[in-house]
């Protein structure tokens, strides 16, 4: 069954990558895509390139942080109504476990609870050879428009 309150394509997530105003987002900035959409689950990559690496030459933790907030905060959005109501990180954090150079990280949120007022998404950061990199939770507000 899926959560979603109504159906989400991956062009939907496309264009809300150009913002409100057309005029680009921290995503695109990033390289930070919607890659995949489940029943329950909602997935984004994004390239662990110098752009998004620390001064040692690795991923960023807070590039880490961006890509979970930006996947559980689109996943959030399609799990409301979005014409009446639209979902704001409110909580986020995470445990690095294994530093990424290169390649493609991919970030799985699945929601841990779907509530009238806040909902709660875990979220996991693979590199490209299946590796766990990080683990992340974030708080989601629902406000009313």
Known sequence: ???????????QCNKMDEGMHGKG????TMGI???????DYMKATMPAAPQVHNP???VHGG???ALAETVASYAANFVVDFDNYYCVGQEINANH???SRKGTLTATAKPVHLGKRSSVWEIL????AGELCCISR???AVVKR
């Open 125 to 128: 950061i693979h590199n490209g």
């Open 33 to 39: 895509k919607i890659s995949e959409i489940g029943d």
């Open 1 to 11: 069954m899926s959560i979603w309150f109504r159906p989400v394509t991956l062009a």
């Open 97 to 99: 476990l294994k530093a």
């Open 63 to 65: 590039a880490n942080v």
């Open 138 to 140: 974030m708080t989601a």
């Open 56 to 58: 040692l030459g690795i």
């Open 25 to 28: 987002t921290l995503m695109q």
